[in-house]
C-alpha cells in the first residue's frame, strides 16, 4: 500500500504476466485515427500527475464535527449525514455549515444508503431500544424531512424499497418479501413463505432489469419484476419429497439447495432458459464493464481459486484483454481501471489504467490503492494510507485531481470534490477541494 509510484517516459507499459494481448481489433481507420492521439495525450497528462510532476490542488478544511464511537455518517450528494447519539444531522459539503438536524432515536438496523433514482433520498433502519422494534426511515438529505416510514428493515434498489425477512430464523419458508414505492414508501406488492433471490447480476448490466426469483415449497419457482410484482416467468421444479432449504444466484444461474432425510443437495439452473446445469460446470460471472463484458469463472470444485478475467467485446465477442484472477475492473471517465484481488485494509492494490475503447494499457498505477474502505460517490486512488499525510487522486471526467490529505486514509467517506475522515478520537474532518 504505502510503495513508491513508479515513473517513466511512456505510458505504455507492461503489467507483467497475466497482461498479453488477445485477438487484435480490427482496423477502425476513422475510429483509430481519434483514439490514438487522444489516448496518448490523456495518458502522458496522468502520468505526469501521479508522478508528481502536475500541481496538487489545496483541500480547504471546512468544519471539524463531534462524534461518538457509536456514530457513523455518509455521504449523499453535497450532504454529510451523521448519525449520532439518537440525532441525524445534515452538513453542507460546500461551506461545512450544519444545514438541519432530527430526531432519529434507537440503535443503527443498516448503514445509511442512498436511493439510486431518486437523487438525495437516504434509507435507513433504525431499532427501538425497548421494544427492539425496527423502523425504516427515508429522508431527505437536502432537507432533513422524513418523507416517510415503514416496519421492518428496508433498502433502495432501483425505483422501490425492498424488505426481505423471516421471523423464525429456523424455517427459510417464513421468509416475506415487502416492495414499497421509494419515494413515497407506499406499498407495491408482497409475498409469504417463499424462498427468495434478488438477480443483483442482471441489475448490474441492465438498470431495467430488476427481477427476482421466489420458490414454494410445492417447487413452484416464479420469476417477478421486482418493481411491480410482475409475474415473467413460472416453471415447477420436481423436487418429490425433498424440502427446499436455499436459493440464491450466482452469476447467469441460480442454485437451489433442498434437503432429505438429512441429507442436503444442491441443483444449478440457468436463469435464460431454466435449463439444468451440470454441477461440474464452472461458476460464471458476467459483469457490465462499459464497452466490455468482464467475465470470470470459478471452477465448482477447486476453492477460491479463480480463472482469468477476460474483456469481451459486446459489439463482436472478441477477448481483447485477460486479467489475473479476480482482478477488480471498474469503468472510470478516463478509462477502465484495473486492481489486484487481494484486498488491503483500505481497499484493493491498484495496477493499471486501460483505454476504455481498446483495452490497452494507458498508465501504470502500482504503488496506488483503490479506495474501498467506506462508501464513496467517486473513484478515489490513495498512496499511504496508513500514514500521514496522504495522496489522493480523485478521477474526474477532466482528469485526476491530486491533493494531500492531512490525515490517515481510514474510515474516509468521498464525494466528487470533498471528503470526510475521522481525525483524533471523537472528531470528524471535513475538506473540500479547492478551484
Not at 116 to 122: E, F, I, K
Not at 227 to 238: A, E, F, W
Not at 300 to 307: K, T, V
Request: hydrophobic share 40%; with cysteine; charged share 20%.
Amino acid at each position: 500500500m504505502n510503495g513508491e509510484p513508479t515513473t517513466g517516459t511512456t505510458a505504455v507499459i507492461d503489467l507483467g504476466v497475466g497482461w498479453r494481448e488477445h485477438h487484435p481489433p480490427p482496423d477502425r481507420p476513422n475510429i483509430r485515427a481519434l483514439v490514438r492521439p487522444l489516448a496518448a495525450v490523456a495518458a502522458l497528462v496522468l502520468l505526469l500527475a501521479l508522478g508528481g510532476a502536475a500541481p496538487a490542488r489545496r483541500l480547504e478544511e471546512l468544519a471539524t464535527i463531534t462524534i461518538t464511537g457509536q456514530g457513523d455518517y455518509q455521504i449523499v450528494n453535497e450532504t454529510l449525514l451523521v448519525r449520532d447519539a439518537d440525532r441525524l444531522s445534515g452538513y453542507s459539503l460546500i461551506d461545512g455549515t450544519q444545514r438541519w438536524n432530527i430526531a432519529l432515536p434507537g440503535t443503527a438496523d443498516s448503514p445509511m444508503t442512498a436511493g439510486s433514482t431518486v437523487p438525495g433520498l437516504m434509507l435507513t433502519a433504525m431499532t427501538d431500544k425497548i421494544t427492539g422494534r425496527v423502523t425504516t426511515y427515508a429522508v431527505d438529505a437536502d432537507t432533513g424531512v422524513i418523507r416517510w416510514q415503514g416496519d421492518r428493515a428496508m433498502y433502495p434498489l432501483a425505483d422501490v424499497a425492498v424488505g426481505i425477512w423471516s421471523p423464525d430464523d429456523t424455517d427459510r419458508f417464513s421468509t416475506q418479501v415487502s416492495v414499497r414505492d421509494v419515494r413515497t414508501g407506499q406499498p407495491r406488492w408482497s409475498a409469504q413463505q417463499v424462498l427468495a433471490a434478488i438477480d443483483y447480476q442482471a441489475l448490474a448490466r441492465d438498470q431495467d432489469q430488476v427481477r427476482i426469483w421466489t420458490l414454494q415449497s410445492t417447487g413452484e419457482l416464479i420469476e417477478r419484476d421486482l418493481r411491480d410484482g410482475r409475474v415473467l416467468r413460472s416453471h415447477r421444479l420436481d423436487l418429490g419429497t425433498a424440502v427446499p432449504v436455499d436459493l440464491s444466484i450466482i452469476g447467469d444461474e441460480f442454485v437451489l439447495e433442498t434437503a432429505l432425510g438429512g441429507v442436503k443437495t444442491t441443483a444449478r439452473y440457468a436463469t435464460a432458459d431454466l435449463a439444468p446445469i451440470p454441477l461440474t460446470a464452472p461458476y460464471v460471472r458476467r459483469v457490465d464493464c462499459g464497452g466490455y463484458w468482464c467475465v470470470s469463472s470459478q471452477p465448482a470444485d477447486s476453492g477460491p481459486a479463480e480463472n482469468p478475467v477476460e474483456l469481451v467485446d459486446k459489439a463482436t465477442g472478441v477477448v481483447r484483454r485477460r486479467l489475473p484472477g479476480g482482478s477488480v475492473v471498474i469503468p472510470t471517465s478516463l478509462g477502465l481501471l484495473v486492481a489486484d484481488a487481494d484486498p488491503l485494509p483500505a481497499g484493493y492494490p491498484a495496477k493499471a489504467l486501460l483505454d476504455a475503447a481498446t483495452a490497452r494499457p494507458l498508465l501504470d498505477l502500482r504503488g496506488w490503492d483503490l479506495y474501498t474502505d467506506s462508501a464513496a460517490s467517486a473513484t478515489v486512488l490513495v498512496r499511504g494510507a496508513g500514514h500521514n499525510p496522504v495522496q489522493v487522486a480523485w478521477f474526474t471526467p477532466g482528469g485526476l485531481d491530486l491533493s494531500q490529505l492531512p490525515v490517515r486514509a481510514e474510515g474516509c467517506a468521498f464525494s466528487a470534490r470533498a471528503t470526510v475522515c475521522p481525525r483524533e478520537p471523537g472528531t470528524l474532518g471535513v475538506w473540500r477541494l479547492t478551484s
